[in-house]
Structure formats: structure tokens, C-alpha cells
């Protein structure tokens, strides 16, 4: 059984740092695209950060100089450091990942269970 969990959340002030965490685990022969997304109450799910297995990123205009995504591939753990931090960023962050489980011969999709993330005077 292939899960993700991501841990990091929390209550952080205005301009303050957070870094999330999402571990996978289980019997997992490959990891490929990595992706956090978030969700603010009465909004949809957006796109903030992306990594490949090659380590290569993108970033949601909106999250860009100030968020910072890495991954070890070793740990199948992926990050997501997130700096300047503004209550706009207040939001469900939900990690995601495209998996190849031990005996599959197709990718599949995966998402954490989220972490909540706010940003409070």
C-alpha cells in the first residue's frame, strides 16, 4: 500500500518560514513527478510547485523568489521550503506524486492527506 504524508504544517506570523515535508512510503519501485498544491476555503485546488526525478522545478507565479521545492530521492521524500510567508498563503497544502508501485507496470497518482498551513498576525 503506497501512501503519502506530508508534516510541517502550522500557525506562522507574516513574513515567517515553514517547511513541509511529504514522505512516501510502501512498496515503491519509482518516483516521478512530484507536486504540491493548495487549497484556501472557497477556492479551488491550485498548482504551487513542481519537481521532476531529475530535479528540475516550476513555480506558480504567485509562490515564485519566495518558495522553494527539493526532493531526496533516496528517502522518496519530497520539500517544500516556503519563505516571506503572506496570509494569502494561508491554505490545505496537499503534496502529490506520480508512483510506480513494486509489481505495476503503470504510474500512478497519489495524494497526501494535506497539512494545513496559516499565516496570522
Known amino acids: 500500500q503506497v501512501q503519502l504524508v506530508e508534516s510541517g504544517g502550522g500557525l506562522v506570523q507574516p513574513g515567517g518560514s515553514l517547511r513541509l515535508s511529504c514522505a512516501a512510503s510502501?512498496?515503491?519501485?519509482?518516483?516521478?513527478?512530484m507536486s504540491w498544491y493548495r487549497q484556501a476555503p472557497g477556492k479551488e485546488r491550485e498548482l504551487v510547485a513542481t519537481?521532476?526525478?531529475?530535479?528540475?522545478?516550476s513555480y506558480a507565479d504567485s509562490v515564485k523568489g519566495r518558495f522553494t521545492t527539493s526532493r531526496d530521492n533516496a528517502k522518496y521524500t519530497v520539500y517544500l521550503q516556503m519563505n516571506s510567508l503572506k496570509p494569502e498563503d494561508t491554505a490545505v497544502y496537499y503534496c502529490?506524486?506520480?508512483?510506480?508501485?513494486?509489481?505495476?507496470?503503470?504510474?500512478?497518482?497519489?495524494w497526501g492527506q494535506g497539512t494545513q498551513v496559516t499565516v496570522s498576525s
Open positions: 510502501g512498496s515503491i519501485s519509482s518516483l516521478n513527478l
Open positions: 502529490y506524486a506520480d508512483i510506480l508501485s513494486s509489481g505495476s507496470y503503470h504510474y500512478r497518482n497519489y
Open positions: 519537481i521532476t526525478n531529475g530535479g528540475s522545478t
